[in-house]
């Protein structure tokens, strides 16, 4: 229903909309005046004679509209003064057509212009009241918001109810009030009922939430209602005490979540570019891990991509499920089907008869193990997972020779301290490989800084940490990262598909890594809390320095041979051509590793992790840190 719309309409069209029916109601009222006057509802022959009025009014009518800018009044706003406006808009055309009925000597009575005047201020009012109901009908009946009740009728409760008149999420259907006085009224235009008829309003109405909105009540008071609301099957919120709002208390459990934006420490990179759309426009595309943070990004992506078919490649039923409700209702009616598989991409069968009965084109494969000390402690499924999971899909790739094979790495990958970092590194080799032996597929790799608001990121983290009242944990003072958003590091993923020549690592233009401890200030600052003095105890959230955690380094980089860079058809975006063992080589390394996990032979693995990976060397654990 277009309707439901209006209220995205930009502020330029709602005020030509104001502006147009103020001017029709010109000649509108000005009709009715003389039909009024004569007493008749054709007062055709008496308006011979003033014809000349209705054009002129009209133009004076816009005029003066603007002048008191009529057109800006919010609909959701009007009240008392925008009434007053409207009042001396009519005043004003009910002198301009007594003065212009005595230059133009016309003969209409006296009586025509004072008429006028009224009927003007009475259909503009109540056109603006329709409009505003009109409106309000229109969000109780087309759009999806939670239907909500307002605990206390006061001043608190009616700014809250307009507030939720003016959202679309949220939608205030009746008050709540103990106050004997209150109760029967309307308030806001809202009813007000007493709380022993709450909880048949509230199946009647539908009611999904409670909000208390008495700032005033003591806490011992609070408790009680609250104690009492939850009896009910709606969820209950409350909005702080005035105390806790002067003293800043009290609003951890409302805060916003902090965005990934406002800690980057630089501006967002743009990349929204044809070649996109060109490369994955009409294939079929299949995603590893599609659950994960980044899998799952990269399929919302690529739903505006127009490709013909995306496949969802996940092991976990759970996080399948998720994305596969998400898509699905994102393709319709874009003409896109989304097909959900079970599987590991260590289960080669199973992959190449995926790939086989799709007919996928383009693989992104997102599934990997990445949280450092998880892996560090199972090394052994990690290696599995991440080597020879990788090794599994991209020789299927090049088997079907398919168009593409895009790798999600890390720039944990380079000169490792951690086994997920190596197990990385080595995928990356096996894919480097396997490209020297395909003439049709192409492969290419794509090196990611930390993604802020992923699974297991600082972000989620810190937020967790700071709703619980901290403190707010950092490894080392000293530890620094790169930092991208998951939109970011999706599209990364999507333009190195579209760059894509062989054998190539794509990294992101992040500028300057951050310390962890600033972004842990950043975070307690914009959740409006302080960081608690470690002398003097002042402030809120204590910031604690834990440790270096087994394999983490203190900082990380982007690449191996920063020589070796070469630039794209984006400024922001780098390709790099690094070193690459031999054909022989990697074959060995994948006996061996297959090896180590027949042999459940953790110490075997770490030894071919040292022999096969430039850099890697053991991080020694450090708490000394000063």
């Not at 277009?2 to 502006?19: M, Q």
């Not at 003064?81 to 230059?103: G, N």
């Not at 759309?277 to 799952?296: D, E, H, L, P, Q």
């Not at 090049?398 to 890390?410: H, Q």
Request: proline share 4%.
């Amino acid at each position: 229903m277009p309707f439901l719309k209006l209220h995205t309409l930009s502020r330029r069209v709602k005020r030509a909309i104001f502006l147009s029916v103020d001017s029709l109601l010109v000649p509108i009222s000005l009709y009715f005046a003389f039909a009024l006057r004569y007493g008749t509802a054709q007062p055709f022959s008496y308006l011979a004679s003033s014809w000349v009025l209705f054009p002129i009014l009209s133009i004076i009518g816009v005029i003066l509209a603007l002048g008191v800018r009529l057109d800006r009044i919010k609909l959701n706003a009007f009240e008392s003064r925008a009434m007053t406006r409207i009042a001396i808009v009519s005043m004003a055309l009910a002198m301009s057509a007594i003065v212009l009925s005595y230059l133009l000597g016309l003969n209409a009575p006296r009586s025509v212009p004072l008429l006028f005047g009224v009927i003007f201020c009475l259909l503009a009012v109540f056109a603006r009241l329709g409009g505003l109901a009109f409106l309000n009908w229109l969000a109780e009946h087309g759009s999806d918001h939670t239907r909500v009740a307002i605990y206390g009728a006061g001043a608190a409760g009616i700014q809250l109810a307009s507030a939720l008149r003016q959202a679309q999420e949220a939608r205030p259907v009746f008050f709540v009030d103990d106050n004997p006085s209150l109760q029967g009224l309307m308030i806001a235009g809202l009813p007000v009922f007493a709380p022993d008829a709450l909880k048949m309003q509230l199946a009647r109405a539908g009611i999904e939430q409670i909000l208390l909105a008495v700032p005033s009540l003591s806490k011992v008071r609070r408790a009680e209602i609250v104690e009492t609301l939850k009896g009910y099957e709606a969820e209950v919120k409350v909005l702080p005490s005035y105390i806790e709002l002067m003293s800043g208390k009290g609003l951890v459990e409302s805060l916003m979540p902090v965005s990934p934006d406002q800690l980057l420490g630089r501006d967002k990179v743009v990349l929204d570019t044809p070649e996109i759309a060109k490369s994955y426009a009409g294939r079929v595309v299949m995603v590893t891990g599609a659950g994960g943070s980044i899998g799952s990004e990269l399929c919302r992506q690529l739903i505006h991509c127009k490709p013909t078919r995306i496949i969802l490649f996940e092991q976990s039923e759970y996080q399948l499920y998720q994305i596969d409700q998400e898509m699905q209702a994102e393709a319709d009616g874009r003409n896109i089907t989304v097909v959900a598989r079970l599987g590991s991409v260590t289960n080669s069968p199973r992959v190449e008869n995926v790939i086989a009965e799709e007919g996928v084109d383009i693989i992104l494969h997102a599934a990997a193990y990445k949280h450092v000390p998880l892996v560090e402690e199972n090394e052994l499924e990690g290696a599995r997972n991440n080597v020879l999971g990788t090794q599994v899909v991209a020789a299927a790739a090049a088997k079907a020779k398919l168009e593409r094979f895009i790798l999600v790495s890390t720039d944990k990958a380079v000169r490792p301290t951690n086994i997920m970092g190596a197990t990385k590194r080595l995928s990356e080799l096996v894919v480097q490989d396997i490209q020297t032996r395909s003439a049709v597929t192409k492969f290419a790799m794509v090196r990611f800084g930390n993604v802020l608001g992923s699974s297991g990121s600082v972000l989620p983290l810190f937020q967790r940490q700071i709703a619980k009242g901290g403190p707010v944990t950092v490894t080392h003072k000293d530890v620094t990262r790169f930092f991208m958003t998951i939109p970011e590091a999706a599209r990364l993923v999507l333009l190195a598909g579209a760059y894509a020549e062989g054998g190539d690592v794509f990294v992101l233009d992040m500028g300057q890594p951050q310390k962890i401890i600033d972004i842990a200030h950043q975070m307690i600052a914009l959740s409006g809390r302080k960081v608690k003095d470690p002398v003097t105890g002042e402030g809120d959230i204590a910031i604690e320095i834990t440790g270096l955690r087994p394999g983490e380094k203190l900082y990380e980089e982007l690449l191996i041979d920063s020589d070796s860079l070469l630039g794209t058809p984006h400024p922001k975006i780098l390709r790099a051509e690094e070193t690459m063992l031999s054909e022989l080589e990697v074959a060995s390394m994948l006996r061996e590793i297959q090896g180590s996990l027949t042999a459940n032979d953790v110490t075997k693995l770490r030894d071919i992790i040292v022999q096969r990976v430039e850099g890697y060397h053991q991080q020694i654990d450090d708490h000394a840190i000063g």
